[in-house]
């Protein structure tokens, strides 16, 4: 079964440092790997994908995220945090040879601090 | 703006009662999905339907049922409600038949709660 594992509930920042937010995966396959964004109060909002093209994959207002075969993990980050990226992250996996569900992490907590 | 529609936008109700929460996915899309985000159990798959058939299932409790209509619009019907129902309730959609993209696009959400 594919499953998606976040490390941490909680990140803080502060603006203009590095942000990085963990993320493992478990699949019995080639899996497609996603991070969305969720601003409070809002939808869900995709950053960027992963779906067996290029291993580093940029996504909106400068994230990435590396997907890593060896380590089964697909980190997300950024190399200056913003005021605005305050939000809850989800790493998610897509059931891709089933019925393309969608599998939510726990989601991570991101607070940027002045 | 993703394209996906949710009415309503905020539901208040008792418990016992029924709602019919409507989803309408983005132009060409096939496949619609319900999603259910509440605090004790995160987001999680509901049902998923694909050119007006079911496709599957996920933990959705028998009181829930949904359809998705000719014109591809879905509706997710929670009945018997209790006050573990009150969640954000997303739709969203995607086409299947882009097979590089797995992508599935949200709608804004529907806030459902019970009292």
């Known amino acids: 079964a594919q499953s998606v594992t976040q490390l941490d509930s909680h990140v803080s920042v502060s603006e203009g440092t590095p942000v990085l937010l963990r993320c493992n995966y478990s699949s019995s396959y080639s899996p497609s790997l996603f991070w969305y964004v969720q601003h409070p109060n809002k939808g869900l909002q995709l950053l960027l994908k992963y779906t067996s093209a290029a291993t580093l994959v940029k996504g909106i207002n400068g994230f990435e995220a590396e997907f890593k075969k060896s380590e089964t993990s697909f980190h997300l980050t950024k190399p200056s945090a913003h005021m605005s990226d305050a939000a809850e992250y989800f790493c998610v996996v897509s059931d891709r040879w089933g019925t393309d569900k969608l599998i939510f992490g726990t989601g991570t907590r991101l607070q940027v601090f002045p | 703006d993703s394209g996906v529609t949710q009415t309503p936008k905020h539901l208040i109700t008792a418990t016992g009662q029924r709602v019919t929460l409507r989803c309408s996915p983005r132009s060409g899309d096939l496949s619609v999905y319900w999603y259910q985000q509440s605090l004790d159990q995160g987001l999680q798959f509901l049902i998923q339907?694909?050119?007006?058939?079911?496709?599957a299932k996920g933990n959705i409790l028998e009181r829930f049922s949904a359809q998705q209509f000719p014109d591809l619009h879905s509706e997710l019907n929670l009945s018997s409600l209790e006050l573990g129902d009150s969640a954000l309730y997303f739709c969203?959609?995607?086409?299947?038949?882009?097979?590089?993209?797995?992508?599935?696009?949200f709608g804004p959400g529907t806030r459902l709660t019970v009292t």
């Open positions: 969203a959609s995607s086409d299947p038949r882009d097979s590089d993209s797995y992508e599935q696009y």
């Open positions: 339907y694909y050119n007006g058939e079911e496709r």
